[in-house]
């Protein structure tokens, strides 16, 4: 089986992906989608995010086989209770969502008559909103699918041929497990990175102006993340509350002792710490999840202004 | 007066993109290089990063009229005390290091018959070594340089032409405040990027390897600057400690201001403190900063494996 009616909810990033995908990788398909924003709506049939767009979420999830949730994870749960009443009984709901206990239990509660089997692309830029999709995102990404111990098998190998249609790799994982791979790899750079941008805004000493005139030394890195849609990074802190404060626990004593390091003038102990982080990059770099080029390949050389 | 014989001592990345810039935009000025490292001079020596690689520093600046030191904050001292007997009276020296206040006092020190004014570039890859540099590095980047205040107009005019000659603005600021600036644009941001790395790498639940797999949610960000010289950064941290300390001292109180707002579920003061990050991004792209295109312009929209 294949999914040929694919019901797209929220038509921001990650679902105006979707839809451009389904059209460029899955001819046949038919793509029908839905946003709550009646503006994002509009703009959704301008690009043609979905075959078509409809007024409600029912009218889009009517026909469909597959339905995929593509709202922030605190939005899953109402989203899901809207289409409760029009969903077809043997239609698979999955998502984008990335927290995966949390997002399955608000599917699975609010949805309890049909299948549900959450996934995970990583991938994603700093943009959001129906103008920031487009049909390669998932090319080369991972897709991390979380079944249910209890997952039809046969639905699930048509999710997983369904993101690798669109260019994805598929890996299967425990939601749990996911939930704290996700919290090191994605939810701490977030917050770390909105929080050094938050501290350089608020110096007396040094002015806002500063900062951005000098942020070719290292800040700038940090400012792409912390361009994130806030509304949906809410969500995934408060979602992932537990394995999020692990993670920034134990950065926290790392960073506690590097700084010891730097008061006590513990050379050594610096340049060991920093000699061992750069063989990771060269790993991320082997394994095409990263721009070899220096400097992400910005601009030209270096010449962030010709990009 | 402009520099016409211009002694560039340490071959890195820095050191030979001067030489490589100044052949390529100030016709008619001759380099000569040293690099303490023989396998450097000789790789320089074949990349052809200045007009004659010498096989002593002495050498190098025997008839020089600007000596730039490009070797890291803590081997200013040692490099300028090898050149003392050999400099030129009338020559101005400089550097391009990233920690002002110690490294004017090193270089004052060891040179004390000579005009010293430091200079530093915000500009930079995270590649180190003779084979990093290119002549465009420093395109519309900022060159802060920091002069005494008893500095000679001329010698100071002198050297605002000639970073201005490779393609840098040039901006007068004195070595303390230089040195505040640096510690939030730059030298924070590396340090954070080394705990995160180092702190993903130490995780019993988490193998290393599921790290690389899903870094494209954030956490490759933080690996370039981690990727960035360890002797280099050493002596950074250690060269302008107080004000890195207290950059620390203020992310850690903001890092846990956001750990008690996801602990006590929070998620107006998270959606507030994600939607006041925004603009700075915005800002530094508008001043020409930063790349616009989504995800740094990596690969082909997303597909870094391109790149």
Same sequence: chains 1, 2.
Avoid at 145 to 160: E, I, N
Avoid at 188 to 214: N, R
């Amino acid at each position: 089986m294949s999914f040929q009616r694919i019901a797209i909810i929220g038509l921001g990033l990650l679902g105006g992906s979707i839809g451009l995908a389904v059209r460029e990788y899955i001819p046949g398909a038919a793509t029908t989608g839905y946003d709550s924003d009646p503006a994002t709506r509009k703009r959704a049939a301008e690009r043609g995010l979905a075959d078509k767009i409809c007024d409600s979420a029912a009218d889009a999830v009517r026909e469909a086989d597959l339905v995929i949730f593509c709202v922030p994870p605190g939005a899953m749960a109402e989203a899901a209770r809207e289409i409760a009443g029009a969903l077809p009984k043997g239609a698979l709901v999955s998502d984008v969502g990335s927290c995966k206990v949390a997002v399955a239990k608000a599917l699975g509660e609010a949805l309890p008559r049909n299948a549900v089997i959450p996934a995970h692309p990583v991938a994603g830029t700093e943009n959001s909103g129906p103008d920031a999709g487009f049909a390669a995102l998932f090319h080369n990404r991972w897709c991390i699918v979380t079944p249910p111990a209890d997952a039809d098998l046969q639905l699930l190998t048509a999710l997983t041929q369904f993101w690798e249609a669109l260019g994805a790799n598929v890996e299967i994982m425990d939601a749990e497990h996911h939930d704290l791979v996700l919290a090191v790899t994605s939810h701490l750079p977030h917050l770390i990175a909105y929080t050094i941008v938050g501290t350089a805004s608020d110096l007396e000493q040094v002015t806002q102006s500063e900062v951005i005139k000098y942020s070719a030394g290292g800040f700038r890195d940090f400012t792409r993340i912390a361009a994130s849609d806030p509304t949906m990074w809410r969500d995934v802190f408060l979602s992932n509350k537990d394995a999020v404060l692990e993670m920034l626990q134990r950065f926290s004593e790392d960073l506690t002792a590097l700084q010891r390091a730097i008061r006590v003038g513990d050379g050594d102990a610096l340049f060991d710490h920093f000699t061992r982080t750069r063989a990771i990059r060269r790993s991320i770099i082997a394994e095409g999840q990263d721009d070899a080029r220096a400097d992400f390949g910005r601009g030209d050389h270096g010449d962030a202004g010709a990009g």
